[in-house]
């Protein structure tokens, strides 16, 4: 299993990015896939989670901003950030269970 991020960034507030996760070794479209965050020293939170019949699930902090997506025919999935904060700074990653990628930093900062 192999989860590839990237797009991330440095962004000004209010400011949107597309984040990208490139997915291997596992039959795609079979299965629910998260997007988390982490900034250093605190604990990895759940953002958006979609399971394989496209059933979303948002967290309180980014709903109404951000929008999980998956494209099965290529592996991809999508994470649609808009109105970004400055508490949105984190690494983001992607995962399928306990196994996600090596994270794209997202910065939000003027």
């Known amino acids: 299993v192999q989860l590839a991020e990237y797009g991330g960034g440095l962004v000004r507030p209010g400011g949107s990015l597309t984040l990208s996760c490139v997915a291997s070794?596992?039959?795609?479209?079979?299965?629910?896939l998260s997007w988390l965050r982490q900034v250093p020293g605190k604990e990895r939170d759940l953002v958006a989670s979609i399971s394989r019949e496209n059933n979303t699930y948002y967290a309180d902090f980014v709903k109404g901003r951000f929008t999980i997506s998956r494209d099965n025919a290529k592996s991809k999935l999508y994470l649609q950030m808009n109105d970004l904060k400055p508490e949105d700074t984190a690494v983001y990653y992607c995962a399928r269970g306990l196994t996600r990628g090596q994270g794209t930093q997202v910065t939000v900062s003027s």
């Open positions: 070794g596992f039959t795609f479209s079979n299965n629910g």
